[in-house]
């Protein structure tokens, strides 16, 4: 069974410490074009409402489990960062 994760990211999700020692690293928002590229009317691209509204696509575990039959059946997932 493939069952792909949907996600998209957001930098509070960024838990590394900032890097200090190296001049010119851009801002994220001029580094990354999905601040830029991407519109998801009706939701806050500056907050985790886009994280939150696909996160809520994915399919829920128990019914990933009954899929499976219990995990008799092998899983394969992946996301858009494979």
Avoid: R
Avoid at 15 to 41: L, Q, R, S
């Amino acid at each position: 069974l493939v069952v792909p994760i949907l996600s998209w990211h957001h930098q509070s999700f960024d838990t590394e410490p900032a890097i200090t020692n190296w001049g010119g690293i851009p801002k994220i928002h001029e580094a990354m074009v999905d601040y830029t590229a991407c519109v998801w009317p009706g939701l806050n691209m500056h907050s985790e409402e886009v994280a939150a509204h696909i996160d809520a696509m994915n399919l829920p575990v128990d019914q990933v489990l009954q899929m499976t039959k219990g995990g008799a059946i092998p899983v394969v997932s992946f996301s858009h960062f494979v």
